[in-house]
């Protein structure tokens, strides 16, 4: 040992940090790029508190946050065919099928419950777009009659909220005739005047936004959804023009009167117990 190595400050080698923070205990927003804690948006229902961002939230949660102190009960879905049209792209239907339900632990794109806002009963069908991007194949449009002939059983009004992609192409034609069955399901509510109400969540997209959700007596939309039928690329490459920046979203869709009101998720229920105040007195 010489005289420098006797002298001289030892170096650090390796520094052990101790992960102490689990991975989500963060959200970035995709709208402002904050960073925001977990527990502080899921208090103010997934929706950022800088920008008003809204998070896609799961439809449980959508459930208890509409209906009178959480509650609700789920019903039971028609069963169906899975696979009708054997069909194979990259992987099996059948196999996507698996993987969506182990990935959502729920048997198909939506949910459907009753229960009560401001003790008027509600049948409420909400879409959960990480199931296949939320498109509609012959189990939702079971689950849309479904919903309109327990709305009109109860007496109640019924209350859908989509986030789809649109028609689910695995079930090919099967899926398109789905559109024509919901809006006849709906149609029979009107008959016996019970309301109907759609709340358009991002996105909604494609053969959902041209059969049910835009038939209500009331349309709904959060802030800044997507929503339109045919993609903004593709309608541009249709026409050769450029469409504006805000084409196809919640707040340019209300200016031209394609909806009635645009309501922060925050807002939602008691915006929408008004108006069952006011259809079912």
């Not at 192409?169 to 069955?181: H, N, P, T, V, Y």
């Not at 809006?183 to 358009?200: F, G, Q, S, W």
């Not at 469409?243 to 200016?255: G, V």
Request: overall charge positive; glycine content about 6%.
């Amino acid at each position: 040992m010489n005289w420098i190595t006797t002298r001289s400050r030892p170096t650090v080698k390796k520094v052990n940090i101790t992960k102490d923070i689990p991975d989500n205990y963060w959200d970035k927003c995709p709208g402002c790029g904050t960073m925001l804690f977990h527990s502080e948006i899921q208090k103010n229902h997934l929706v950022c508190p800088s920008c008003q961002y809204h998070f896609r939230l799961p439809a449980k949660q959508r459930l208890e946050m509409l209906c009178d102190d959480g509650k609700y009960t789920l019903i039971k879905l028609p069963a169906v065919k899975e696979d009708p049209l054997h069909f194979r792209d990259i992987k099996k239907y059948t196999d996507r099928l698996k993987e969506a339900r182990k990935k959502t632990s729920q048997d198909d794109a939506i949910i459907v419950a009753h229960g009560k806002m401001n003790g008027h009963p509600v049948v409420i069908g909400v879409f959960d777009f990480n199931f296949m991007g939320g498109s509609m194949g012959t189990a939702v449009g079971e689950a849309i009659v479904k919903a309109a002939e327990l709305a009109l059983l109860q007496k109640a009004a019924l209350i859908l909220i989509p986030a789809s992609g649109g028609a689910r192409m695995q079930e090919g034609i099967l899926s398109l005739m789905q559109m024509a069955r919901s809006i006849l399901a709906v149609k029979k509510l009107k008959e016996k005047r019970l309301p109907y109400i759609v709340v358009l969540t991002n996105p909604t997209t494609g053969g959902v936004t041209a059969s049910f959700a835009m038939v209500a007596d009331i349309t709904l939309a959060e802030p800044k959804a997507t929503i339109g039928f045919a993609g903004a690329r593709v309608i541009e490459q249709t026409i050769h023009e450029k469409l504006p920046d805000n084409f196809q979203t919640s707040e340019y869709l209300l200016e031209h009167g394609m909806i009635d009101q645009v309501v922060p998720r925050i807002d939602l229920r008691e915006k929408i117990i008004h108006f069952l105040d006011l259809l079912m007195p």
